[in-house]
């Protein structure tokens, strides 16, 4: 099983980044896909999931209208559309793949929102 997520860096306060989380090694299609963030000093927070089927999208408050989650099951993979993007968003970015019985997690990209 593999979680790759892409499409990191550093950005400046108000611009736009897309992350891509190429899945392997199971049944994409049948999972939940989120988008976690983790910040220096902080802990792990929901940024937004999408259903397996639907798809059904879900939001967490801190990033809630400035960012688009997305899915291509025939391509494996999961996105997320970010923008507007604050000093405050700076993390590490996560992507999870989840049923109820297993529950898989990516390396991480590094978000760097500055100036």
């Known amino acids: 099983v593999q979680l790759v997520e892409s499409g990191g860096g550093l950005v400046q306060p108000g611009g736009s980044l897309r992350l891509s989380c190429a899945a392997s090694?199971?049944?994409?299609?049948?999972?939940?896909m989120s988008w976690y963030r983790q910040a220096p000093g902080k802990e792990r927070e929901l940024v937004a999931s999408?259903?397996?089927?639907?798809?059904?999208?879900t939001y967490g408050v801190s990033m809630k209208g400035r960012v688009t989650i997305s899915r291509d099951n025939a391509k494996n993979t999961v996105y997320l559309q970010m923008n507007s993007l604050k000093s405050v968003d700076t993390a590490v970015y996560y992507c999870?793949?989840?049923?109820?019985?297993?529950?898989?997690w990516g390396q991480g990209t590094q978000v760097t929102v500055s100036s």
């Open positions: 999870r793949a989840r049923t109820i019985r297993y529950d898989y």
């Open positions: 090694g199971f049944t994409f299609s049948s999972y939940e």
């Open positions: 999408i259903s397996r089927v639907g798809p059904i999208t």
